[in-house]
């Protein structure tokens, strides 16, 4: 089974700005980008992932996700992160209409690629399901399966929205990459514990060098 993934991503200079405290506003734009980057570069590699589209108007973060063989879908409906899944899922259906297609966020700089299959692998046996985040609280990850519609509801409490709108839950172990997003301070520490990419990598350096 080979899956569409489509990863929004909003203008850096507003993303992750949970951040700020740890990160200034400074830094915060580069951190975001390194995110996203690790995390598009993970997902092309993975064996389940036939592409990546993702979803932004950002100019920098277009040319540097489109160097790692990411589609680059506009924002056109520049309405929030769920109009904005919806849009990418429409683009991709628009070329395959059979298409599986997940939902991914842009800020799991941990991610490993045999992990994120084995989410995708466990997905398919369902119509739509999805991965909770470290907290439990959120979501990382929305499946659908060929003909049925993704239905996002991230946001506050996405978990409950996502269990409460019919799609199943996956209850997997051994893919903590998968489940840490990071908003806070805190998130990136525990994503820095389980071994982020280079290019996150890089930038924490400078976080650190910064404090």
Not at 16 to 43: E, Y
Not at 100 to 128: I, K, Q, W
Not at 175 to 199: C, E, H, M
Request: aromatic share 2%.
């Amino acid at each position: 089974m080979q899956w569409s993934l489509v990863v929004p991503l909003k203008q850096l200079e507003r993303a992750k700005s949970r951040l700020t405290a740890a990160a200034g506003d400074g830094l915060r734009p580069g951190l975001a980008l390194a995110f996203a980057q690790d995390t598009v570069a993970a997902a092309v590699a993975c064996p389940a992932v036939r592409d990546v589209a993702v979803v932004t108007d950002d100019a920098l973060a277009r040319r540097e996700l489109a160097a790692l063989g990411a589609r680059i879908v506009p924002d056109e409906p520049g309405a929030g992160l769920n109009a904005a899944l919806r849009h990418g899922t429409a683009a991709v259906r628009a070329e395959r209409p059979t298409a599986y297609v997940a939902a991914l966020n842009a800020d799991l700089p941990a991610l490993r690629p045999l992990e994120l299959a084995r989410v995708l692998d466990g997905a398919a046996s369902f119509p739509r399901a999805f991965l909770a985040d470290a907290a439990g609280i959120g979501t990382t990850l929305l499946a659908a399966a060929a003909g049925t519609e993704l239905g996002p509801a991230f946001g506050t409490d996405s978990r409950a929205r996502h269990t409460a709108s019919g799609a199943v839950e996956l209850a997997l172990g051994g893919v903590d990459s998968v489940r840490q997003d990071v908003d806070t301070g805190q998130d990136l520490r525990a994503a820095l514990a389980l071994g982020v990419g280079a290019r996150t990598a890089r930038a924490a350096a400078r976080l650190l060098i910064a404090d």
